[in-house]
């Protein structure tokens, strides 16, 4: 059975667009830079904030840190809140809790902003944790917030006998960019795109996504498959 269930948060568990890029465009703003581009504003959704403001705005060194300060202070005085839940993934999470699996969120988001989404929409009902970057860590890819989840999982189980690898086998990871599946699939994990998100299908396929749902609703259907491998 694949137990341990671990989501990304923007693009899978919330419709995160607007906060996110309402966000990105104050932090530009202040900084002088005016860009209307929209294939980079569709870019700029799921990887980490050094890659959208590095890669897509050039920006490096302390305009890149003030930036990056400037999106958090916009995004954690209320922005956060224009991110709503895809409309059948609590649906989803509440019958993957009750075939008795354990959901984690696992974002390359610094945790404490995480948990401000978290918290805003009730989600201590489905998720035994959510995992991401502390502060002075905010570079942390996916494959170390993976690693942190499944030593999460054994913490919370209380069994020093299992693995990180133990955990991985028995693993899912879904997410909507090929962050999260190259990270899954890398460490051996089942990797199920989130096509409703942010990512494309050429994007996740090749990003080796095992699975690719249209809607929230088929992931528990995926992972029935999974269980019967």
């Known amino acids: 059975m694949k137990k341990y269930i671990f989501l990304d948060l923007d693009g899978t568990i919330t419709e995160s667009a607007g906060a996110i890029l309402s966000s990105a465009a104050y932090a530009l703003r202040t ?7 929209p294939q980079k504003k569709r870019a700029f959704i799921g990887p980490p904030l050094t890659v959208g403001f590095g890669e897509l705005y050039g920006l490096s060194g302390e ?38 699996r354990i959901l984690m969120m696992v974002t390359s988001k610094p945790k404490y902003i995480a948990q401000l989404v978290a918290d805003h929409h009730g989600m201590e009902r489905y998720l035994s944790a959510v995992i991401g970057p502390v502060e002075e860590k905010v570079k ?32 899912v990871m879904i997410g909507d960019r090929k962050y999260d599946m190259e990270a899954a699939k890398h460490l051996g994990l089942t990797a199920i795109g989130a096509l409703y998100g942010y990512g494309t299908r050429e994007e996740l396929q090749q990003a080796g996504a095992d699975y690719i749902a249209e809607t929230p609703g088929e992931i528990p259907g995926f992972l029935a498959l999974e269980d019967q491998e």
């Open 63 to 100: 305009t890149l840190t003030e930036a990056i300060r400037l999106y958090r202070e916009y995004y954690v005085g209320g922005g956060y809140k224009d991110s709503p839940l895809y409309d059948g993934v609590e649906d989803a999470l509440l019958q993957l809790c009750g075939e008795g």
């Open 31 to 37: 900084l002088g830079i005016e860009d209307e581009d």
């Open 140 to 171: 942390a890819g996916k494959e170390d917030l993976i690693e942190t989840a499944a030593k999460e999982v054994i913490r919370q189980l209380g069994d020093d006998t299992l693995s990180v690898s133990d955990i991985y086998r028995d693993a």
